[in-house]
């Protein structure tokens, strides 16, 4: 069997495992979820059926599944609510990395430089080292306490976000993005509660050991701006420059904002703010 063959082979069986594992999850949840509803008040099987699009028989088997005779309408049915959460569950959140998994590295063999399949093949590996985090591997040697593993999840939280900003940068143009960093100053402003960062001045080494000083601001358009005081840093900023400058300049606020006294901070504002677009809304129907 050629090397292409075997990795056609594995790929086509991962997909297999992810869609056996996802189904027989899936089925589980919807089971906890049709008696929730059940347990809440709604004792009608045709709507359940309807709202959870299976067939009536499906909801009669998961309620028996659940403990719950339907026969028994007009009775109080006892039991906490499934619904209302549980402790995160290590091989639980295994079982969705390997559907993740499934679903990304194909996609990643297909087209490696995407960014989306990139963010997604991040986001697979940080559910992967959630759950190492949760139940450390201690039999594999040290190294797998979560002060070890967390970092990992930090970093690869960071991956997401950089691809899914390169996403953003191939998506949206310059002026778009200006604006949004706008609005978004502009909104955190508004609340009364947070700080921004408008401008930040950075003293940095670079790998020849020289240190140089870069300040890094928001003109008045929203856009990033970057000068240096030397020739060794260029200061044309893209948009993926302008992005994670703008998502930096965030983090360095929120860590402020925490260190704000009272004095610094106003009364919470509950009006919108003047030209904030209309939510996002999503139709179920």
């Known amino acids: 069997m050629s090397q292409r063959t075997e990795a056609d082979r594995v790929t086509a069986l991962s997909a297999l495992i992810g869609w056996a594992e996802r189904r027989e ?3 589980s949840d919807r089971a906890d979820r049709v008696a929730d509803a059940w347990r809440t008040g709604t004792r009608s099987v045709a709507e359940l059926a309807r709202l959870a699009r299976v067939s009536r028989d499906t909801v009669y088997a ?6 719950i005779e339907v026969s028994k309408r007009g009775e109080p049915v006892a039991g906490p609510l499934t619904g209302r959460g549980e402790p995160l569950d290590a091989e639980s959140v295994r079982a969705i990395a390997r559907i993740t998994d499934a679903v990304t590295r194909p996609a990643y063999v297909h087209d490696p430089a995407d960014p989306l399949t990139r963010a997604g093949l991040a986001a697979s590996g940080a559910l992967r080292t959630l759950a190492e985090v949760l139940d450390p591997p201690v039999d594999q040697g040290p190294g797998w306490e979560p002060k070890d593993t967390l970092p990992d999840l930090a970093e690869q939280g960071q991956a997401v976000t950089h691809h ?5 940068a191939q998506a949206a143009g310059r002026a ?8 978004r100053r502009r909104s955190l402003l508004h609340t009364g509660r947070n700080a921004v960062t408008d401008a930040a001045t950075l003293t940095v080494t ?3 050991g020289e240190t140089v000083t870069v300040s890094l601001a928001t003109d008045e358009t929203g856009w990033t701006t970057l000068s240096s005081d030397s020739a060794l840093v260029r200061d044309d900023a ?4 302008h992005l994670e400058v703008q998502a930096a300049l965030h983090v360095l606020a929120q860590v402020i904002t ?3 006294s009272e004095q610094a901070l106003t009364p919470r504002r509950k009006d919108a703010l003047p030209g904030t677009p209309p939510p996002r809304t999503r139709s179920t129907a």
């Not at 899914?164 to 953003?168: E, G, I, K, M, V």
């Not at 778009?176 to 609005?183: M, N």
């Open 25 to 27: 999850r899936l089925a």
């Open 62 to 67: 998961d309620l028996a599944e659940r403990g």
């Open 164 to 168: 899914a900003h390169r996403a953003l």
């Open 176 to 183: 778009e993005l200006a604006a949004g960093a706008d609005l």
């Open 206 to 208: 670079v790998p020849t």
């Open 238 to 241: 893209d948009t993926l420059d």
């Open 258 to 260: 925490r260190h704000l």
